[in-house]
């Protein structure tokens, strides 16, 4: 069965620091991937997604994620935290049927003034 | 502004009551979906239509109903066989029937009396 794992649960860095979220995924073909972000008591936003092609995408917001198949991962990456960053993002896959988006259960992004 | 909508906000629910979640879009896109968020749970799929008249059972239907009788509105139900029914109720829809990309509404919050 396709799952998602994220698995930091909370992450603090300080603002313009870098920063990393992880996902690690299990999904026998080639999966398509995504990353959400959601502030407190709002809906999700799609940041990016990957289908296929170049494994590094951009995103808006200045995020980007790199698809590397043989680590089944799927990092959410970006140079330069800012405060308005801080929300709860989340890492999804689509398990190829309709309906069948998997979600990871979020990291939520502290950031340190 | 094309997007998605879902009201209200807030929504309180006494023992024994159905109660019903508005969700409506105007972004023309086939396919509409209900998830349920709890705390460190990510989002796990209610039910889902592709199109008109027509919907499926997602993970944890048993308690809930829809409906999907215009292309633009898919109203969740509530029914008071949901033993345990606090939580943020989320909204999406995808252009198409694959439902790979799928964009959400702004969120409702059910709370119990």
């Known amino acids: 069965a396709q799952s998602v794992t994220q698995p930091d649960i909370h992450i603090t860095v300080s603002e313009g620091a870098s920063l990393e979220l992880r996902c690690n995924y299990s999904?026998?073909?080639?999966?398509?991937l995504f990353w959400y972000v959601q502030s407190p008591g709002q809906g999700l936003q799609l940041l990016l997604k990957y289908f296929s092609g170049d494994t590094l995408v951009q995103g808006i917001k200045g995020f980007e994620a790199e698809f590397k198949r043989s680590q089944s991962s799927f990092n959410l990456r970006k140079p330069s935290v800012h405060w308005s960053d801080a929300a709860e993002y989340f890492c999804a896959v689509w398990g190829g049927s309709q309906g069948n988006l998997i979600f990871g259960k979020g990291t939520k992004l502290s950031v340190k003034p | 502004d094309g997007g998605i909508t879902q009201s209200p906000k807030y929504l309180f629910r006494k023992e024994g009551q159905n109660v019903t979640l508005s969700c409506e879009q105007n972004?023309?896109?086939?396919?509409m979906y209900w998830y349920r968020q709890d705390p460190g749970q990510g989002l796990r799929l209610i039910y889902y239509s592709q199109i008109v008249n027509d919907f499926q059972k997602g993970d944890i239907a048993e308690g809930y109903s829809v409906s999907r009788e215009k292309k633009e509105s898919f109203p969740l139900t509530v029914t008071s066989a949901q033993k345990n029914p606090t939580a943020f109720y989320l909204c999406?829809?995808?252009?198409?029937?694959?439902?790979?990309?799928?964009?959400f509404g702004p969120g409702t919050r059910l709370l119990v009396l």
């Open positions: 999406a829809s995808s252009i198409n029937d694959r439902g790979e990309t799928q964009y």
């Open positions: 972004l023309n896109h086939d396919a």
């Open positions: 999904y026998g073909a080639t999966p398509y």
